[in-house]
């Protein structure tokens, strides 16, 4: 199924960086399988060789995940100030557990600052709460207002929950700021999964995919947009989230010369991840259960990365892809061709025809 395309992605990239699989926390179905007694750490040499690989690619932003980056203080320090030295925009994903006090968030995040980060993501949740108070995550997010820099909140989504975004947004302290400063913190739920593409999470209505809502789900812009070094050495092929469980995502590893070139010629020129960039997984199981009734998917999966992981780890659904997929060659390559020449060469010409009317 591998097919000699490298560089139709057109897109800009992301460079994600798992410094250390460690995290303070250890919540179930943990999106990268982190947890407090983890040991793989990824070296300094190993993270400012991706990022200066990156930059010879034209990748367009660095981000530091998890695990929790933070564990890994020193070595986050340089690898931040190394890509922001070359021009990058940086983003720290991070639990917010050093956010004890309003000096201790102030002090982490005029170090940070200081290297050169431009974003902050917090994660929470139910599960995430659990090990980190929901308080650090706002004192974090208060720091950040103080020193103008966007904060963006993750909150986990299922049905019954005690964290959500209304939850956050409610809170006395986030509550209390001004208009302008509350601006600066944006709250985004997004569905909690389990790693077992077999075991469903309850979800409000009309959240899980199924044939009537399918055409409002958006397509998989990770794979093929994120290659992530993870903090075992292994380069994979999207943004991470139940990567280790499905090795064909892994694409190269840190030990092998211009790992990172590798790994984009690997992952464009697999027709699956083509397919699963352009059209999304769940029209991927929508097309395997229409050839074989005995596949389930419907209002199943509401999160992506889970469709994916149920489309790699079903052997019914493994066959139907390696029997078949040569049907639907034709419709991804159109696809392929629409997001990446025809409507950007549109764009570019309403762009130019705009400029010659506003100049004539």
Same mark, same amino acid.
């Given at each position: ?84 030295? @070359?021009?990058?925009? #940086?983003?720290?994903?991070?639990? %917010?557990?050093? $956010? =004890?006090? +309003?000096? /201790? ?43 103008? @820099?966007?904060?963006? #909140?993750?909150?986990?989504?299922? %049905?019954?929950? $005690? =964290?959500? +975004?209304? /939850? ?193």
């Amino acid at each position: 199924m591998n097919l000699p395309v490298p560089g139709l992605f057109r897109g800009p990239k992301t460079l994600s960086i798992m410094p250390t699989y460690a995290c303070p926390a250890a919540c179930e179905h943990c999106a990268s399988m982190s947890h407090p007694k983890a040991r793989e750490n990824l070296t300094l040499q190993a993270m400012l060789s991706a990022i200066d690989q990156a930059k010879a690619l034209g990748f367009y932003n660095v981000v530091f995940t998890g695990g929790e980056a933070t564990l890994r203080w020193r070595d986050l320090l340089a690898a931040i100030r190394h890509a922001s030295g @070359l021009g990058f925009p #940086v983003r720290l994903v991070s639990n %917010a557990h050093w $956010a =004890v006090s +309003a000096k /201790s968030a102030d002090r982490r995040l005029d170090a940070l600052l200081e290297a050169g980060l431009t974003e902050i993501n917090y994660s929470t949740g139910d599960e995430h709460a659990r090990f980190v108070p929901l308080e650090r995550v706002v004192e974090g997010c208060l720091a950040a207002v103080r020193r103008r @820099l966007k904060a963006w #909140v993750m909150v986990e989504l299922r %049905a019954a929950r $005690a =964290v959500t +975004a209304a /939850s956050v947004t409610g809170h006395p302290r986030i509550a209390a700021l001004a208009p302008e400063d509350r601006a600066l913190i944006e709250i985004v739920e997004s569905p909690w999964m389990p790693l077992d593409p077999g075991l469903l999470e309850d979800y409000p209505p009309g959240v899980a995919a199924d044939n009537h809502n399918l055409k409002s789900f958006r397509v998989c812009s990770n794979v093929l947009q994120t290659y992530t070094i993870q903090a075992d050495g292994r380069v994979g092929a999207c943004c991470g989230i139940g990567m280790r469980q499905i090795p064909e995502l892994s694409v190269a590893t840190v030990d092998q010369p211009d790992f990172l070139s590798r790994a984009v010629e690997s992952a464009e020129g697999d027709f699956l991840k083509l397919w699963l960039h352009y059209l999304g997984p769940e029209r991927v199981l929508a097309w395997a259960a229409a050839r074989d009734p005995s596949i389930r998917w419907e209002g199943m999966y509401a999160h992506h990365c889970q469709a994916c992981a149920r489309i790699y780890r079903d052997e019914a659904v493994r066959r139907l892809v390696r029997e078949h997929y040569e049907e639907m060659i034709a419709e991804v390559l159109q696809a392929v061709w629409l997001d990446e020449h025809h409507v950007p060469s549109q764009s570019r010409g309403m762009a130019e025809r705009r400029r010659a009317c506003a100049q004539a």
